[in-house]
């Protein structure tokens, strides 16, 4: 008779995380979390590259052993490895957050002009001296925003950048550490 040989798997218990990421950022978060002991589920991530969501994301499904010696620790590290990320992207949007407000609020100053020389240009009779005062500042307002927005981005990225560069290296070492803690 033949020998019947069973091939049955030892039985592992894992955890799973699903993490919503930039499409551009899929390798970054796919090598950090590596080394928290997360790794890829294999059987969901060809479906989630396929399909990104109207804003550009993708749902990344990781998994790990719930056995590993460190694993305590390792969450430690990953939730202090997440907070750093929330506050980086913080900063990224902070770059763009003023200019914005300020190029909106320049544009709105000028229609208020422009809204001001149209009344007194339609007025009975027209005060021409008045609508050429208030249509200067209008087409100003209208105008300045974009050189405005640019300007104050650009000095936002000279404050900013220092800063989230020491993020990015606060953001290596945790993950060294955590690779650390997997391979003793």
């Known amino acids: 008779m033949s020998e019947q040989v069973n091939h049955i798997k030892e039985y592992r218990g894992y955890e799973y995380k699903d993490i919503l990421v930039d499409k551009d950022k899929v390798g970054f978060y796919l090598d950090s ?28 499904k990781l998994r790990r052993e719930r056995g590993l ?12 490895f997440e907070d ?15 200019a914005t407000m300020a190029a909106l609020t320049t544009g ?3 229609t208020a002009f422009m809204a001001g ?35 104050l981005v650009f000095k936002r990225n000279e404050e900013i950048n220092p800063l989230i560069q020491q993020k990015r290296d606060e953001l290596y070492e945790i993950c060294g550490k955590g690779h650390k803690l997997l391979t003793n």
């Open 33 to 60: 979390y590596e080394n928290f002991g997360w790794t890829v589920d294999e059987r969901f991530m060809s479906r989630a590259l396929q399909t990104a969501n109207a804003k550009g994301k993708i749902q990344l």
């Open 84 to 98: 750093s990320i929330a506050q980086m992207e913080r900063l990224e949007r902070s770059k763009t957050a003023t």
């Open 108 to 110: 709105l100053i000028g």
């Open 117 to 151: 020389s149209v009344f007194a240009v339609i007025h009975e009779p027209p005060l021409i001296l008045l609508c050429i005062m208030f249509a200067i500042p209008g087409f100003l307002g209208w105008i300045l925003p974009n050189f405005l927005y640019k300007n």
């Open 69 to 80: 010696i460190n694993r305590v620790e390792l969450t430690r590290l990953q939730r202090h």
